[in-house]
């Protein structure tokens, strides 16, 4: 299973976009990036997933250089109720989904 | 969005005592899986659940933890003898298949062991 980095923490104002960046220099060529939120005493939850290029949902987008070796979360305009800890997660064809390592996540912080 | 459900939201035991956290998975979903986390640590891979049986254990599912799905709609994690290490949020989740596959998370059951 490749190894994530993430920065501990990020500060952030209601109505900025936040980018939070991971590394994941080890990424297989099967893995999928997946990033996840979790709330204080909340279960996980996905927020989006991608293998290349740029995803995007109604929450967020991520982006993926050609190289795989990081993967951008981006939030636009933040609000309070986005202050929560942020998860990348990467995993291939060959992984149990259940089995990606959680790493120390980054939390963000909404200031209004 | 459909849900997974845990019951119950908080137990607290006395060390030594056996413990069941319920959860009903998402109805259509195939895959389960308990995870924890202790107080300000990170989320940790328990035990995945396919087919009636243990499909992946990580070294912390040890001879203390069993799981099971006695019926359609649960699924169960038991420890036996309660340590006071093994307090902690449990989380239950559910996914429709396993490969790159989202991951859909329980609100927990906070286990405090006294």
């Known amino acids: 299973l490749a190894k994530t980095t993430q920065p501990i923490s990020m500060d952030s104002y209601e109505g900025q976009e936040v980018n939070i960046t991971c590394s994941h220099n080890?990424?297989?060529?099967?893995?999928?990036i997946t990033w996840y939120q979790q709330f204080p005493s909340q279960g996980p939850r996905f927020i989006i997933q991608?293998?290349?290029t740029k995803v995007t949902n109604e929450v967020a987008s991520l982006f993926i250089p050609a190289d795989r070796k990081s993967s951008t979360l981006s939030l636009p305009r933040v609000s309070l109720s986005d202050t929560a800890v942020y998860y990348c997660?990467?995993?291939?064809?060959?992984?149990?989904?259940?089995?990606?390592?959680f790493g120390d996540g980054t939390t963000l912080t909404v200031k209004p | 969005e459909p849900e997974v459900t845990q019951t119950p939201s908080h137990q607290v035991t006395q060390m030594g005592q056996e413990v069941i956290l319920r959860c009903v998975p998402i109805?259509?979903?195939?895959?389960f899986y308990w995870y924890r986390q202790i107080l300000g640590q990170k989320v940790e891979f328990l035990v995945s659940?396919?087919?009636?049986?243990?499909?992946?254990k990580s070294e912390i599912f040890d001879d203390q933890f069993s799981v099971e799905r006695p019926d359609g709609s649960n699924f169960t994690l038991k420890i036996r003898s309660t340590k006071l290490e093994d307090s902690a949020m449990y989380f239950c989740?559910?996914?429709?298949?396993?490969?790159?596959?989202?991951?859909?998370f329980g609100s927990g059951t906070q286990l405090s062991v006294l």
């Open positions: 989740a559910s996914s429709l298949r396993t490969i790159n596959e989202k991951l859909f």
């Open positions: 109805s259509n979903h195939l895959y």
């Open positions: 997660l990467v995993g291939g064809v060959n992984t149990n989904a259940g089995k990606s390592t």
């Open positions: 080890n990424i297989a060529t099967n893995d999928y």
């Open positions: 991608g293998y290349k």
């Open positions: 659940f396919y087919n009636n049986e243990i499909s992946e």
